[in-house]
């Protein structure tokens, strides 16, 4: 980040969730690897101390918080324990989630209840208590982890689009609040990036990016304050006209692709 964590001496505290793999191990090195004392969950203990081992071998401090985002008291819980161990949480990356596709001819309320209890619930979960020790210092940033997949309804991502369309919407409405509680609230909207997540994918993925490659780009954003962070430009760019389409065209597009037996896993 621009702004080094040891500036002025400091070890700065970053708390990152999702951080076994993917987005969220990639933003846990960077962040370790540029001075930063990461705290670091997800459900998998296990994973996080292979994170925390690699880390302490060649870049940082990562000291594992074992956490499942989608109960709410355990996430409440763990915040005051982070900042009694490690110190005051500067910085909040909540990226934990996850994506289920959803064929449309054969729906089920299942998946619809999983993301948003994961995304939007297990996100706003994280919030609340580490908002409200920023909030009480009058300091601190947090970034949650939505998606492009936010901004307009997409084939097979109704309820994953939902669940990340209300966090953006939730980070639209919060940030002056807390920017004038001297908090900064960022919302991040990548595009493909390659982590197990994706690689499941069975359909071709436009602009794809390396999980170190968006993790670089997301801390910069971070550093700049950024209220909409985005990564690759080029995708968010195609995204931002396929959201001002009117419907007509819109439906033009998605018309076009289908949902198909193979997304379904
Ligand atoms: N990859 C992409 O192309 C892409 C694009 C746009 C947005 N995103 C978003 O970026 C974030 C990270 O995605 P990713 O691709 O890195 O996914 P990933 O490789 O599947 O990693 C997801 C991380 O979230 C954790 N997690 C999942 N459910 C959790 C829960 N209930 N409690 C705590 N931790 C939980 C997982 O660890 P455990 O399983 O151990 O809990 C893991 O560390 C997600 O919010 C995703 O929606 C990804």
């Known amino acids: ?35 930063w004392v990461v705290a670091a969950s997800a459900r998998n203990a296990a994973e996080l101390d292979v994170l925390a081992a690699e880390c302490a071998a060649f870049l940082g401090e990562v000291r594992p918080y074992p956490l499942d985002i989608t109960d709410a008291e355990a996430a409440a819980a763990i915040v005051p324990i982070i900042e009694a161990e490690v110190g005051d949480i500067a910085l909040a990356i909540l990226n934990a989630g996850t994506h289920e596709p959803v064929d449309g001819r054969a729906l089920s309320v299942g998946p619809f209840r999983r993301l948003m209890e994961t995304n939007y619930m297990g996100s706003v979960n994280c919030l609340v208590p580490v908002a409200e020790r920023c909030v009480a210092r009058g300091a601190g940033r947090i970034a ?32 002056p609040e807390l920017e004038a509680a001297g908090v900064v609230l960022s919302v991040i909207t990548p595009g493909f990036v390659r982590t197990p997540l994706t690689d499941r994918n069975p359909f071709p993925m436009p602009f794809l990016i390396d999980a170190d490659v968006a993790a670089l780009r997301i801390l910069r954003g971070v550093a700049g304050n950024r209220f909409e962070i985005t990564c690759p430009r080029r995708f968010a760019f195609l995204m931002k006209l396929v959201r001002i389409l009117p419907y007509e065209l819109f439906f033009l597009l998605t018309r076009r692709v289908r949902p198909t037996r193979a997304d379904d896993n």
């Open 144 to 175: 949650i982890v939505s998606s492009l997949a936010g901004y307009r309804g997409l084939p097979t991502a109704s309820a994953y689009g939902a669940s990340k369309a209300a966090l953006i919407n939730m980070c639209e409405a919060l940030r």
């Open 1 to 35: 980040m621009a702004d080094h964590a040891m500036t002025a001496g400091l070890r700065q505290v970053a708390w990152v969730t999702g951080a076994s793999r993917g987005i969220g191990y990639a933003l846990a090195c960077a962040l370790a690897e540029d001075g």
